[in-house]
């Protein structure tokens, strides 16, 4: 537990996001991730939103089930019904035996009973950008989710440009591993209201920049308070952690 009272505090209003729901304490992108987050005091979680053959929206950080089931086989060629009898908790740990692959749906009702707001990562693992977007887009169709309380982010640039096109009242993200020559033309292009880049790759003068531009300013994935404690006085909005509670204990 961090206890050092030289470190200095988060600036009031600063977002702990807890990478893949919680990925170090329970199985990523699953309900019982958002269980533990929440009962560890975070408000925010980033979950990963993948597409399967039939149109289903789940949360899913990779294009095939080997990593974190115990099934088999890519995405693309799974129905929502193969997966409801795979296991997505015994690979973590045997606490988490029986936990399922969660569809985007459960997870928003999930989040709704636990009082928990998502940054919803889209991961475009093919060339199914187009239908991962409008699945998305009729999930917030059919729930009540206040908008405030999602932002949508994705490598593919692209992708947030189509969802503005479809569904403009949810905030929308431009993932970067480094920040690139051209990203201000990136933000207008999709209006986007948030940046996500790569804590090793960003400095104070990138986020002074971010913000100067009328963006939220957010870096993934850092574990370690004090690698981004020069970037909070810049206007850092907040971090994506494996270990969020190393930075709610400040």
Same mark, same amino acid.
């Given at each position: 537990m961090i206890n050092d009272s030289t470190r200095p505090h988060l600036p009031p209003g600063s977002r702990v996001i807890a990478h893949r729901g919680g990925a170090a304490n329970a199985p990523e992108n699953t309900l019982a991730a958002l269980r533990e987050a929440a009962q560890g005091g975070v408000t925010w979680v980033e979950v990963d939103v993948s597409l399967l053959g039939d149109g289903t929206a789940v949360l899913f950080h990779d294009d095939t089930l080997d990593r974190c089931t115990?099934? *088999?086989?890519?995405?693309?060629?799974?129905?929502?019904?193969?997966?409801?009898?795979?296991? #997505?908790?015994?690979?973590? =740990?045997?606490?988490?035996?029986?936990?399922?692959?969660?569809?985007?749906?459960?997870? $928003?009702?999930? #989040?709704?009973?636990?009082?928990? *707001?998502? !940054?919803?990562?889209?991961?475009?693992h093919k060339h199914e950008s187009e239908a991962l977007v409008r699945s998305v887009v009729r999930v917030f169709e059919d729930s009540r989710f206040?908008?405030?309380?999602?932002?949508? %982010?994705?490598?593919?640039? #692209? %992708? $947030?440009?189509?969802?503005?096109?479809?569904?403009?009242p949810v905030p929308r993200g431009l993932l970067f591993g480094g920040l690139t020559r051209c990203w201000q033309r990136a933000v207008e292009r999709c209006r986007a209201t948030s940046i996500i880049v790569?804590?090793?790759?960003?400095?104070?003068?990138? $986020? #002074?920049?971010?913000?100067?531009?009328?963006?939220? =300013? +957010?870096? +993934?994935?850092? !574990?370690?308070?004090?690698r981004v404690d020069a970037l909070w006085g810049a206007g850092l909005t907040g971090v994506i952690t494996d270990q969020p509670? !190393?930075?709610?204990?400040r």
């Open positions: 115990d099934g *088999s086989g890519r995405l693309v060629d799974c129905a929502f019904a193969d997966l409801e009898r795979l296991d #997505a908790g015994r690979w973590f =740990a045997a606490d988490f035996a029986g936990e399922r692959v969660p569809t985007l749906a459960q997870a $928003i009702a999930e #989040a709704e009973e636990l009082g928990l *707001s998502f !940054n919803l990562e889209l991961k475009v206040p908008p405030e309380r999602i932002f949508v %982010s994705c490598l593919d640039h #692209a %992708s $947030i440009e189509l969802l503005h096109d479809l569904h403009p790569d804590h090793q790759r960003v400095g104070v003068a990138e $986020i #002074a920049d971010i913000r100067a531009v009328g963006c939220d =300013a +957010y870096v +993934y994935t850092v !574990n370690e308070p004090t509670l !190393n930075f709610l204990a």
